[in-house]
Every structure is written in structure tokens, then in C-alpha cells.
């Protein structure tokens, strides 16, 4: 069966610092990958999407950016962190890339604090 | 769909009460949707879909939604909520991209508080 992981589960970094957020997928092979945040009284909004090693689509122009090295690993990282970085983000998985035939399945979620 | 929207922020109910919760849709050709919802300090977990087919889906907990085509809707229903449906309820759906490939984009989502 598919797992997927998702760490840290919590994580306080000071302003200005660098971030990591690191998700992978098991049970699976070429996925498309994806990172929402969710942001208090804002719902999930899609951040990135990847639909293959190397290829990543962003939604929002923001401090952020996404990686993926290997078929099921997504990496989301920031240079600096701003305040309005903080959230809860998201990292899910889905098997069909163009016809929507397939539901997203979801990792437990980062809460970010940024101080 | 191209944008899925909900326009209830909040919604406080009584135990045994009925639950209708409001998703909307805009067109984009093949429509599929989702009911996700998210229980405090758990992860998001699918309660219904709908790909084609029965108008009528039936979902996990006693949960059903009514695809209505002619009024871009797709309600959430249950007939009788119980203290342990309080959650964050989300809508969402595929949005296809014409030269790219599709995401899935979601509602704000909806607060439902049980008072028991």
C-alpha cells in the first residue's frame, strides 16, 4: 500500500533563517507531488505541483520553492523566512496527472512558526 | 472545474441537527469533485468523490453530496451530525490545464462546530 511521510511535524525557526521541508512517497512510482498551506481562515492553497523529476509548476509568486531530486521525494526550502511564512503545510500525492480520474492523499502536515 | 468556492465560513449546529454545506464550482469541462475533512490534530482524510455517474454519492460516516450540474453545486448533506463531525470540511476539485497537466485545487473550507 502507499504511505507517504512528511517531517518535521513541528518546527519554530527564527526570521531570516533557511527551511527544509522534505516529503516522500512509498508504494508508488511517478506521482505527481504536491504542497499546499493552510493558513488560518484561508483554506488550502496549492503552492506547488510536480508531475516528474526536475519538473515543478509554482502557483504563487512567494518566498518559496520546490524541489524534486528523486521520483518520490518533494522538497519545499526558503533562503530566508519571512513572518508570513507561518503556517501549516501540506505535502499530498495523487497517481493520475491529466485526467483527474484519482483523489489526493495527504501527509500529516508541518506546522511552521516563523519568530 | 477551474476554481471551487465555499461560502460558509462557519457553521455551529446542535447534535441531531441536519448538515448541508454549500460547494460551489466553475466550469471547466470534465467535472470531478471532493469532500476532504480534516478532524483536529488529524490529517486530511476523503470523505466522498464524485468522477461521473450517480449524481448521488455516498461517503464515508453517513456523509452524501449531490452533484447539480445546472447550478455548479456540490452540497455536502448529512441528515443527523453528531458531536464527532466537528471538523474542517473541505471542497475540492481537478483543474485542468490545457497544455499542462491538471492539480487539484481546493474551497476555503468550512468550520463545523457540534454542540453537544
Known amino acids: 500500500s502507499q504511505t507517504i511521510h512528511q517531517w518535521p511535524a513541528t518546527l519554530v525557526q527564527p526570521v531570516g533563517s533557511p527551511l527544509s521541508l522534505e516529503c516522500t512517497v512509498e508504494g508508488t512510482s511517478n506521482p505527481n507531488l504536491y504542497w499546499y498551506r493552510q493558513a488560518a481562515g484561508r483554506g488550502l492553497q496549492l503552492l506547488f505541483y510536480s508531475v516528474g523529476i526536475g519538473q515543478i509548476s509554482s502557483e504563487v509568486p512567494q518566498n518559496l520553492s520546490a524541489s524534486r531530486p528523486q521520483d518520490r521525494q518533494f522538497i519545499l526550502s526558503s533562503k530566508k523566512l519571512l513572518l508570513s511564512d507561518s503556517g501549516f503545510y501540506l505535502c499530498?500525492?495523487?497517481?493520475?496527472?491529466?485526467?483527474?480520474?484519482?483523489?489526493?492523499?495527504f501527509g500529516q502536515g508541518t506546522r511552521l512558526t516563523v519568530v | 472545474a477551474q476554481s471551487v468556492s465555499q461560502h460558509n465560513h462557519h457553521v455551529i449546529l446542535s447534535e441531531a441537527a441536519s448538515l448541508e454545506l454549500g460547494c460551489n464550482y466553475s466550469y471547466g469541462g470534465t467535472v470531478n469533485l471532493f469532500w476532504y475533512v480534516q478532524y483536529p490534530g488529524q490529517h486530511l482524510q476523503l470523505l466522498l468523490k464524485?468522477?461521473?455517474?450517480?449524481?448521488l454519492v455516498k461517503g464515508i460516516k453517513g456523509f452524501e453530496a449531490e452533484f447539480i450540474k445546472s447550478k455548479f453545486s456540490f452540497n455536502l448533506r448529512k441528515p443527523s451530525v453528531q458531536w464527532s463531525d466537528t471538523a474542517e470540511y473541505f471542497c475540492?476539485?481537478?483543474?485542468?490545464?490545457?497544455?499542462?497537466?491538471?492539480?487539484?485545487?481546493f474551497g476555503s473550507g468550512t468550520r463545523l462546530s457540534i454542540r453537544p
Open positions: 475540492a476539485g481537478w483543474a485542468f490545464g490545457r497544455s499542462s497537466a491538471s492539480k487539484i485545487i
Open positions: 499530498a500525492w495523487s497517481t493520475d496527472k491529466f485526467w483527474g480520474n484519482t483523489e489526493a492523499f
Open positions: 464524485y468522477f461521473s455517474g450517480d449524481p
